[in-house]
Each structure stands twice: as C-alpha cells, then as structure tokens.
C-alpha cells in the first residue's frame, strides 16, 4: 500500500512536471514569436528608411549634377562651370562651396571665398577626395570639418572617368545640419523606435556616429542595416521599450502562470473526484464492521481483475466462521471489531497486495488469491492464515470458539466468475 501511494505521488509529480515544462515551452514561444514579429517589422521599417536615404542622396549629389557640363574628355569648361555653380548656389543656400580638379588640381571653386583653394592638389584635402579616385565611384563622406571655416558638411564627390581613367572630379559640400534634416530620422522615432546612424570608414577602424535618439540605450540586440557610399553607413534600429517590453513579458508570464495554475488545480481536482469516486465505490462496497468488501464488492472487483487477465491464476479461500455466531451475541461490538481488525491485519501481512478479501456474511471470508493454489510457498501462508482465525472467547466462565473452516475453490475450474466460485464454495460441504 505503502509503495502504490508513492507510486501514485510520483505520477502526480511526473504529470505536474511535465505540464510545466511544456506551459514554460509554450512561453518561450510566444516571446520568440512576438519578437520575431517586430524583427520583421523592424526590418521592413529599415528598408524603407533606406529607400528613402538612396533618393535623398541622389537628390543631394550637387556634383553628380554638374558632372553633365563636362565635355567628352572630362572636362569643365571654367566660365560654364562658374555659371551652372552660382546657380546653383543661389537656389540652395545650404551648399557650402561646389569644386572642380581636373586631374590632381583643383581648378575652380564657388563661391570666391574659397578661391584661395585654387591650384592645390587632392594631396592637400581630405582622404575622401583621393578615395573618390581611387574607388572611381561616388564618395558620400562625412561630417567633415572644412580647416577654412570649421563649419561641418558633408561631401558629395564625383569623379570623371573617361574609358576608366581618371580625369579629375566634381566635389560638393553640403550643410552638415541640412543633411541631417533631409534623413527625417524623427520618423524612425515617432514609429516607437530608438536609432543610431554612424558609419565605418573603409579600413573598419573608426566608426562615426552621425544621430543617436537615445545615448544610453544599448544597441547590441538593434536590427541593423548597412550599406556603401563607399564607407560604410549603419542604420540600427529597436523599440524604445525594447523587443518585448516589460509589461509584455509580465502579461505573457502571468498568463502562463494562471494557466499553470488552473490546469494542475484541474488535474488535481480530477485527481480528488476520481479518489473520492473510488473512495466511495469502496464504501458502497465495505463491510463496515470488518474493513472488507461485502459480497457485491467482493464479486465485483474480483471479477475486475478476471476480466482483464483471462489466463489470471486465481483461487478463492472460502472460510466459514463455525461457532462465531453464538459468540456474536455474547461478545461485545469492541471485541468483534477487534477480532476482524485482526483477520484484515493478517490478510494484508500475509497475502500479496494484489489480494482481495470479503466478508460474504456474519460468519463467511473470502479471500481471493492470484496465484497458483498448487504452490507450496501460498499454501502453507494460507493454513497459517486459517489458523490465526481461531478464536477462544470466554466469558462468565463458559468458553466459546469461533473455528475456521475452508475450502479453496480455483478459477476457471470450479467457476467461471466469482458468484459461480462461491456457488461451487457453498454447494460443497465445509467439513
């Protein structure tokens, strides 16, 4: 009995367990797939944002557009290109100065308050302009700090390549600030994100950082993107309040917990209910004066464990009480009690656990054993049994005795259930 409540414990624990595991699992996907979700949307938003800055370069690059003035050798013709620049200048104020070399020199630039430029070789000027160059592609650098005015831009070059040599290049430096505002990263905020924008110049050793929404945040977990102008630029991105913020994930774990909560309060009340069923099946069935089943519940349940192993080896010791009742008007309900707590102590000490007893009637026990009634080991526990079952009462001086008598009927021999065992048992003389 001992070993089947642990066993039963065990179960309940394993089942608990397990249900825990697998709520616990659930709720790691539900963050994953949540976080997934805004990895997704977060991704999409960049890509976008991206869409918008290639434009918004195209429609920055000044020097891309004064690079069609050049004839079919590369060059600038200097009042054309004078002409175009002071245009150009007076329709967008946030252009700094706009510069033409032709090959190493640089040959003009507007407005005249840089004229003191003229006539310096790209060795003389910031790495961007020897990169566009090198790279023969449009170079998009900066913010750069001009030595002149210390006023920061960003620099817009475009080199003139002619059958793949270089000519020389058309440089524009626009408004650091100007810039700034065209990139409209007050969108990426106002859509529930933090941002960074920053660049790694071309050896990966330095990294500018152009606007940050917020300095403190951590970006390690950010969606990023990168692209070449050819630096390159990073736009990382994450929800200020983080994947899966605070309240989420306390939504999302108190729910688990809930649920937890209600399906092992579930399990363990249909635990209860299947007990208490059962509980009470066994009273319906319980002799009450001696802890046994009475004869429906001694039929029945011997009948449980025949149905389900037809092959089962199975003997029925009948036992009638011979002289127990003219003892049961003279002894007291306490000394009966006594003498059956005592028969039910020795039937669970002697017998396996699988045994079930009866009391059929005031002087009939049943015990149903499943074993092969020709082993020698049983038998003898049984006329051990049957011995513990003698009973000397005296009272007033006058001896009485209750002696057992017994017979063992087998299954499916002498019956084929159990009422057909105990027919056979009482058809045959207990002598």
Known sequence: MKNRR?????????????????????????????????????????????EH???????????????????EEGRADPQVFNNKAEQLLEENAHI?????????????????????LVGKGLNEFMYSYTLAKVVKSV????????PSTDKEVFLFIHPLIIAGEYKGEIVAAVDKTYVMSQMKLNILEEGGYDYELWTVNKLGEHKTVFAVSDESVDFSQAIKLDFALPATWNISVQPQNGWLSFTEAFFIDSSVIVLCLFILCLVTLSYLYL?????????????????????????????????KKEQTDCFILYIHLSGYHDISHT????????????????IQEDFPSDTIAGKLSE????????????????????????????????????????????????????GKNTKELIQYAENNNLQ
């Open 6 to 50: 642990i066993i039963k414990w065990l179960i309940l624990a394993m089942s608990s367990i397990l249900i825990i595991g697998n709520l616990n699992g659930w709720r790691s996907t539900v963050r994953q797939r949540v976080i997934k979700e805004r990895m997704v949307t977060a991704q999409t938003t960049l890509n976008i944002f991206y």
């Open 53 to 71: 800055l290639s434009s918004m370069f195209i429609n920055l690059n000044y020097a891309t557009q004064l690079s069609n003035i050049c004839d």
């Open 96 to 116: 700094e100065y706009l510069a033409y070399f032709n090959g190493d020199l640089l040959e003009n630039i507007m407005p005249e308050a840089y004229s003191e």
């Open 139 to 146: 170079v998009v650098d900066g913010p750069q700090t001009l």
């Open 275 to 307: 007990k208490q069923k059962k509980e009470l099946k066994k009273v319906h069935y319980m002799d009450p004066d001696s802890g046994l089943y009475n004869y429906d519940g001694f039929c029945y349940f011997v009948d449980q464990v025949l149905s």
């Open 331 to 346: 002894a007291s309900r306490k000394e009966i009690q006594a003498y059956f707590t005592h028969v039910y102590q020795c």
């Open 363 to 414: 002087d009939i026990i049943t015990v149903a054993i499943f074993k092969d009634n020709e082993d020698k080991k049983i038998m003898d526990m049984v006329e051990d049994f049957i011995l513990q079952l003698f009973w000397k009462y005296k009272k007033n001086g006058k001896k009485q005795f209750v002696n057992p008598k017994a017979i063992v009927v087998t299954y499916p021999i002498d």
